[in-house]
């Protein structure tokens, strides 16, 4: 279980970088969304970071667990706070944060099955 938990950790990681890389280098479709639902563009590089953290956090947890731990329930806030930005405004294509969503859960999960 610890290898399943190694790859989800490593994949999520990946993906929270690419998505931190298309913030910070600000991503049209990146923005636009953002933009709609009312992210300033002040706190876009925030975000990002949150999300690099995140990843590195998930990947530091590989060699000690509880960072890992940490971080799978620091990305898991912050997909839930992107999913409720979404349908504060009523906007409900929340698919993307959704799966990312349920992605850190899982993470989350394997994470603590296999202290």
């Known amino acids: 279980m610890a290898l399943v938990t190694g790859i989800a950790s490593a994949l999520l990681a990946l993906v929270l970088l690419v998505s931190a890389y298309g913030k910070l280098r600000h991503a049209p479709d990146q923005v636009r969304t953002l933009t ?10 925030v975000l990002a970071a949150l999300e690099i953290a995140g ?12 960072i890992g731990i940490a971080a799978a329930a620091g990305v ?17 294509n929340v698919t993307a944060p959704a799966v990312l969503l349920l992605a850190g859960g899982a993470v989350l999960t394997l994470s603590i099955a296999t202290l």
């Open 36 to 45: 709609r639902v009312g992210v300033t563009q002040r706190l876009i590089p």
């Open 55 to 66: 990843a590195l956090g998930l990947l530091a947890g590989l060699f000690w667990a509880p």
């Open 76 to 92: 898991v806030a912050y997909f839930i706070g992107a999913v409720g930005s979404h349908l504060r405004v009523k906007d409900f």
